[in-house]
């Protein structure tokens, strides 16, 4: 089974920046998409943000404008660069990665916490 190991997390002013990073335990061939989502206390987990093969992009509209996601297809790893962090964005963040059609899965990370302090 593919493990995702995910590390970047920590504690952060407001404002400041962290980048978090994601490496599959082995490398897959043309992931259809790699994401990131996060859980806040008591809410439910949502999607942050996510890079589909080919280049495209999405994001929540809560970090758009701050929050850049990255894929490297050669290390099967994807990166989520977080700049003028908010209280709110404080979270256990996962990243993900989906393969759709003959090869099917679905990978989650351990998760790392990502806490913004005032």
């Known amino acids: 089974q593919v493990q995702l190991v995910e590390s970047g997390g920590g504690l952060v002013q407001a404002g400041g920046s962290l980048r978090l990073s994601c490496l599959a335990s082995?490398?897959?061939?043309?992931?259809?998409?790699m994401a990131w989502y996060r859980q806040a206390p008591g809410k439910q987990r949502e999607l942050v943000a996510g890079?589909?093969?080919?280049?495209?992009?999405k994001y929540a509209d809560s970090v758009k404008g701050r929050f850049t996601i990255s894929r490297d297809d050669a290390k099967t790893a994807v990166y989520l660069q977080m700049n003028s962090l908010k209280l709110e964005d404080t979270a256990v963040y996962y990243c993900n990665l989906k393969g759709l059609g003959f090869r099917e899965y679905d990978y989650w990370g351990q998760g790392t916490q990502v806490t913004v302090s005032a």
């Open positions: 082995e490398r897959i061939d043309s992931v259809n998409e």
């Open positions: 890079a589909i093969s080919g280049g495209g992009a």
